[in-house]
């Protein structure tokens, strides 16, 4: 399997540190506000990579973070009046509700910042002791003169930031290189606080991610993921912090993902030009959002339109159709045993299989993986209808759920929601109304139909029976 590393800026073969497993780690949200399709992405793209690493038999250890403590969340505090607990508290729970929507698997672990404290205070006096951190006036700075690896995964970006600074941007007093980041700052009146050796403050957003990706998988991961905004100066900082502290690798492979566009520029809380994953997740549908990010490579700028979104809709119907077109096929078929023409035909199931794992397997190329989805859509549409074989139809829908599930694509929300009918319900009345048929009682058949349809279910009668479709 090969990855694109952005460390070494090529595509390289994964080997993972232990057998068949993999430490990942990804960068999480700072919760105070709902999230932008934007921060979808780098959601859906990695828990893509992992429910394929788990497809081919890899143990998956994810762990992603929330920050819980930060500037933003305390502004937003205050103007609600509210404390930031509570403004923390709704917003994890309205993420979480948003990412299940998306299909998104939980990660292994969801740890907090405010809950990681003695890690963090820990990790900090360790970089002190090592010379890679000094105090003034109580605020803890990494010295990054100190680290001689310090710029190597941004190199470029480090670069244009060195020319471009020298007449701008004059050094504080007690910074002792331009570079040097906070880990520890002393509180401001009315904000949240903790002790330390220090000062009563709080950690710099960096340290966090550094104290939980050692806590939770060791010194040294596989994977760091996160979107590409993080490589500098967030991603610099946590490796110059880590391995600073810890004297090991921090983590071999860093992946990234490319912005999210509206009107080819990011789509960005600071901007204003965002729309929630909410509100577009709620007009399209959620699986619509995942499948028009899975559509294009995780490292292309992706922009974002209405026009996108319908055409997105449009072609996930397709897949969704011949669900249920295999599904209906495989309970009407009469026929027992595979025919000859059948088993040519079926030598065609591992060829596709084979090209779907050939292109996730090129970096994750899921654009390429859905176009197999694609020709599988038409190959069962084709062949695994009427009066084809029971064994034929079912090895065609085995292939065709276990692509669509590695890659999350096919999902009910419905099926998960109290207020709408389960699939028992729906076929309980389709039999009610079949009965009420044949005693000839259509009132009663058409009552029923109605009532489907006030569910949001759509039946429809066909030469082989009744289909129903969820709308
Ligand atoms: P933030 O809450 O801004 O730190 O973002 C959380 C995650 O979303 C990070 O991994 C960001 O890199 C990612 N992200 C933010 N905006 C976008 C965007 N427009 N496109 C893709 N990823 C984004
Ligand atoms: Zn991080």
């Known amino acids: 399997m090969k990855i694109y590393n952005t460390l070494t800026k090529q595509k390289e073969e994964f080997k993972p540190i232990e057998p068949n497993k993999v430490r990942m780690y990804v960068c999480g949200p700072t919760v105070y506000n709902l999230i932008h399709i934007g921060n979808a992405r780098p959601y859906i793209v990695f828990d893509t990579v992992r429910r394929y690493f788990e497809s081919v038999g890899y143990d998956v250890n994810y762990v992603q973070n929330f920050t819980d403590v930060d500037d933003k969340i305390i502004k937003k ?123 009563d403050g709080r950690p710099g957003w960096h340290i966090e991610c550094s104290a939980m990706a050692k806590r939770y998988l060791g010194d040294t991961i596989d994977i760091h993921a996160g979107g590409e905004d993080l490589i500098f100066p967030h991603h610099e900082n946590e490796i110059a912090q880590s391995e600073g502290a810890n004297g090991k690798a921090f983590a071999h492979y860093w992946m990234h993902n490319a912005f999210l566009n509206i009107d080819n ?32 490579h995780y490292r292309s700028p992706l922009n974002f339109s209405a026009e996108l979104m319908e055409s997105a809709k449009s072609s996930l119907e397709r897949i969704k159709n011949a669900k249920m077109t295999l599904d209906f096929a495989l309970k009407n078929s009469q026929v027992e045993a595979l025919t000859s023409e059948e088993e040519t035909l079926l030598a065609e199931l591992p060829k596709l299989e084979a090209r779907f794992h050939e292109a996730m397997e090129d970096d994750f190329n899921t654009a390429d993986a859905i176009s197999i989805i694609f020709e599988l859509v038409k190959f069962a549409n084709t062949y695994a209808k009427e009066g084809a074989s029971k064994p034929f139809i079912q090895a065609v829908f085995d292939l065709f759920n276990k692509l669509s599930d590695t890659l999350g694509l096919l999902y009910d929300l419905k099926g998960d929601n109290e207020d709408g009918l389960s699939d028992a319900e729906i076929e309980e009345y389709i039999e009610k109304r079949k009965q009420a048929k044949k005693a000839k009682d259509f009132a009663e058949a058409d009552r029923i139909r109605e009532f489907l349809k006030d569910s949001g279910v759509l039946i429809e009668d066909t030469r082989e029976g009744v289909r129903y479709k969820r709308v």
């Open 77 to 199: 505090a205050n103007e609600e009046g509210r404390s930031t607990t509570e403004v923390v508290e709704q917003y994890i729970a309205e993420t979480l509700q948003d990412v299940r929507n998306l299909n998104v698997t939980p990660a292994t672990k969801h740890p907090r910042v405010t809950e990681e404290m003695k890690q963090i205070i820990e990790m900090i006096e360790t970089l002190i002791e090592k010379g890679f951190a000094y105090e003034v006036n109580g605020t803890v700075y990494y010295n990054t003169a100190a680290f001689e690896g310090y710029g190597k995964l941004s190199k470029k970006v480090l670069e244009e930031l060195e020319a471009g600074r020298s007449e701008r941007v004059t050094l504080t007093e007690e910074k002792k290189n331009h570079m040097d980041f906070v880990l520890w700052k002393p509180k401001k009146e009315g904000e949240p606080y903790w002790q330390s050796p220090w000062s």
């Open 265 to 296: 520029k990011k789509m960005s809380k600071s901007l204003g030009n965002f729309k929630t994953l909410r509100d577009v997740g709620e007009m399209y549908g959620y699986d619509v959002v995942r499948f028009f990010m899975l559509n294009a």
